[in-house]
């Protein structure tokens, strides 16, 4: 009788014998939870770009052409029509990104199903949705949910002319080509990525590669003419739009290498060569096909470099991390290349369930994370409870970059684009509008209404974001003589001033100068100081 004791199975084999259907559902849980994370932020307050999509489309469809400057007014046709079925709270809006992104999630695993097996798929399009960029614009009310999408369909469909010969599918191409600048000009970097792509993997088919790109060509051209005023109005405009500070490497590094992904490859990779070394069978893994790298490559990098080279080099500062969204899907995809050649099964679940379960853990106990980003929201609340007590003007400076070029729309602020953010957050007393900086059109303005309101001996209130204070600084330099200034807050980044005449009107009724303003009023209203 042999009394030899058999050795235990390593965890590797019995991983490596799961079976199919368990590791998929595992997988698939795995995403659903990527997804789930978008939710955090669902319901939290629009913030400023946010109620510039609302602002374009609260006039109805007729005006939205006008109100978007004949630039990607796709998205806002279709967020105008759900407006209208499903409604305009916070969360409505949000949904149709959601579902965009959706979209945008079932086509680049079926890109992944392209290049890799249904497992590295998976891992692809799990690495796609907890990328921090597109966690932020799935629920972004914006256009770039939709760009995604169509980037993604247009991904799918020049791999997929890979085997194809068909003028028709050549056609589409060019034409979801052309589709991904109608929702935003910025994506226009990934085009170069394209042609790369498109003449490397049709090298061998010298009969059909000339006629299938005029093809797409001719039908890109035609669909993209009636956006070359919109063209032509961004670049003849380009300076009014800049306010990114130059990029730094540091950017482009957390974009290649997202929150928790390399640590947790590093783990991963640490993992499989210490398995390695204990084991005495080398189980084989992938290896890199020429073909795949160069798609993966290109379609992750070329877009990126461009975008960072373009603002690094000119003054034109376009490296915000939204503008880099189109870069996402082809960096997830090397990504999934790396996972494949250097991981096993049980090394890539490893892998999977580490990242997802890290990341939820991160955003879900994360508070700042149910904030979408800075909202003028709890500001302007602040504002209407103590101003209207007794109608005090409210100065208030815009936080969009575009208002420090033109004049401002007095008497029209609250139905300008500059102020967007009261289509919203609405506010019933009368608005002042400022420019976003401290120039002469600020100064101009500012000084006219202080002198209007020390005349009146009436109090007043003055608001602005943090690319502001100067301005608040500077008006309240100015009123001092005749002001006493307070700070009512600053709420997300939102200060708010309130300016009280040291010398008050003499009210209806016949009170003494120096004797308060309706005090009980004012001061029942008035907010707690933070």
């Known amino acids: 009788m042999d009394t030899t004791l058999a050795k235990p199975k390593s965890t590797r084999g019995r991983l490596s014998r799961i079976p199919s ?48 400057g004949m630039c990607f007014p ?37 890109v992944a199903r392209e290049l890799f097996s249904r497992e590295i798929a998976f891992l692809a ?35 997929r002319m890979r085997r194809s010969d068909s003028n028709w599918l050549a056609a589409v191409f060019g034409l979801l080509a052309a589709a991904i600048l109608y929702f935003h000009f910025i994506f226009a970097t990934i085009l170069p990525a394209f042609v790369i792509v ?50 730094q490497i540091g950017d482009l590094l957390w974009t290649l290498l997202p929150a928790l992904l390399p640590f947790v490859f590093c783990g991963s990779l640490l993992v499989a060569g210490l398995l390695d070394a204990f084991s005495r069978k080398r189980v084989s893994k992938g290896h890199f096909e020429g073909w795949r790298v160069v798609v993966c490559v290109s379609l992750g990098l070329i877009p990126l470099l461009i975008l960072y080279g373009v603002s690094a080099a000119t003054p034109i500062h376009t490296f915000a991390a939204r503008h880099r969204t189109d870069a996402i899907p ?22 999977c369930v580490a990242l997802v379960a890290c990341t939820a853990y991160l955003y879900f106990t994360n508070t700042a994370a149910r904030e979408h980003s800075v909202t003028w929201k709890y500001a302007l609340e602040i504002v209407q409870k103590d101003a209207s007590v007794d109608n005090a003007p409210l100065l208030m400076c815009s936080d969009f970059p575009e208002a420090d070029y033109v004049p401002m729309p007095l ?29 002469e ?39 001092s003589a005749d002001y006493t200034v307070q700070n009512l807050g600053i709420f997300d980044k939102i200060k708010v001033l309130e300016f009280d005449p040291r010398v008050p009107a003499i009210p209806p009724g016949g009170r003494a100068w120096g004797q308060p303003l309706r005090p009980s009023a004012k001061a029942a209203s008035r907010p707690a100081r933070p």
Request: one cysteine or more.
């Open 441 to 479: 059109e600020a100064i101009r303005v500012g000084s006219q209404s202080l002198a209007e309101a020390t005349r009146k001996h009436e109090r007043f209130l003055a608001m602005g974001y943090e690319h502001s204070y100067e301005t608040l600084d500077w008006l309240s330099r100015q009123a």
């Open 411 to 439: 008497g029209l602020a609250k139905t300008s684009r500059f102020f967007a953010p009261l289509s919203y957050y609405k506010v019933t007393v009368p608005v002042v509008p400022l420019p976003r900086a401290l120039n």
């Open 125 to 159: 399009t799990i690495i796609f949705c907890l990328h921090p960029i597109l966690i932020f614009e799935s629920v972004d009310v914006r256009p770039y949910a939709f760009a995604m999408l169509v980037t993604n369909a247009a991904i799918l469909v020049l791999l």
């Open 74 to 110: 796709s998205y806002f046709y279709i967020l105008w029509l759900w407006a209208k079925v499903v409604g305009t709270s916070e969360v409505a809006l949000r949904s149709l990104s959601i579902l965009a992104m959706l979209g945008a999630v079932w086509l680049l695993y079926l």
């Open 21 to 68: 259907p368990v590791l998929y559902a595992i997988y698939a849980l795995a995403l659903a939870v990527s997804i789930s994370i978008w939710f955090i932020a669902i319901r939290a307050p629009l913030w400023t770009d946010e109620t510039g999509s609302y602002w374009v489309i609260k006039d109805g469809i007729s005006q939205i052409w006008s109100h978007t």
């Open 198 to 247: 498109f003449f490397y993997i049709k090298t061998g088919n010298r009969k059909t590669i000339w006629r299938q790109f005029g093809v797409a060509t001719a039908v890109f051209v035609l669909a993209f003419l009636p956006l070359i005023p919109g063209l032509y109005f961004m670049f003849h405009t380009a300076g009014s739009h800049v306010y990114e500070a130059p990029p």
């Open 330 to 351: 082809g960096l997830a995809l090397c990504w999934a290349l790396l996972i494949e050649r250097y991981f096993n099964r049980p090394v890539r679940l490893l892998f």
